[in-house]
């Protein structure tokens, strides 16, 4: 038995407002290619260069949900769940505010906006606001994360 604590956070741990801020990564064009094969979204936005140049973005863009998952992605790394999250549970709303593209460096903000105690659970709902943000501080997508989280033992 690991009698190590988890690194993550436990649900009493949590308080309205506050904030965690993420690392930052960069989008790749292999991220993309990997996304559309793994995710089978092969539209030209996203996979031809020479389609994407006529289109007001003028380039190629990640997948939306691609920026969803790295998200993700970054908020896991930060390790505030890191043994602690029962699952995550909604995404209870989101938007797409302007393109992450080929090289865009992102990072996100996550700050509690709701906490409810789930007893049967031994746990809780952790209601988060995400806003990832690009290299020129501007919000790329932003939207509303429910994760459930774990009671102290």
């Given at each position: 038995?690991?009698?190590?604590?988890?690194?993550?956070?436990?649900?009493?741990?949590?308080?309205?407002?506050?904030?965690?801020?993420?690392?930052?990564?960069?989008?790749?064009?292999a991220d993309?290619?990997?996304?559309?094969?793994?995710?089978?979204d092969f539209?030209?936005?996203?996979?031809?260069?020479?389609?994407?140049?006529?289109?007001?973005?003028?380039?190629?863009?990640a997948h939306?949900?691609?920026?969803?998952?790295?998200?993700?992605?970054?908020?896991?790394?930060?390790?505030?769940?890191?043994?602690?999250?029962?699952?995550?549970?909604?995404?209870?709303?989101?938007?797409?505010?302007?393109?992450?593209?080929?090289?865009?460096?992102?990072?996100?903000?996550?700050?509690?906006?709701?906490?409810?105690?789930?007893?049967?659970?031994?746990?809780?709902?952790?209601?988060?606001?995400?806003?990832?943000?690009?290299?020129?501080?501007?919000?790329?997508?932003?939207?509303?994360?429910?994760?459930?989280?774990?009671?102290?033992?």
């Open positions: 038995m690991n009698s190590t604590e988890p690194r993550g956070m436990y649900f009493e741990q949590f308080e309205v407002g506050m904030q965690i801020v993420t690392s930052s990564r960069t989008v790749t064009e993309i290619v990997n996304f559309a094969g793994l995710s089978g539209n030209q936005i996203h996979t031809d260069a020479i389609y994407a140049s006529t289109t007001p973005f003028g380039q190629r863009v939306g949900l691609l920026g969803v998952a790295i998200a993700s992605g970054l908020a896991v790394q930060t390790g505030f769940m890191e043994g602690t999250i029962l699952a995550f549970r909604e995404i209870a709303q989101w938007k797409f505010s302007h393109p992450i593209l080929i090289e865009d460096t992102i990072h996100v903000l996550l700050q509690v906006k709701d906490t409810k105690t789930m007893p049967r659970l031994k746990g809780g709902a952790v209601t988060m606001n995400l806003t990832v943000r690009n290299q020129k501080d501007e919000t790329v997508q932003h939207g509303q994360w429910v994760v459930l989280i774990q009671n102290r033992p």
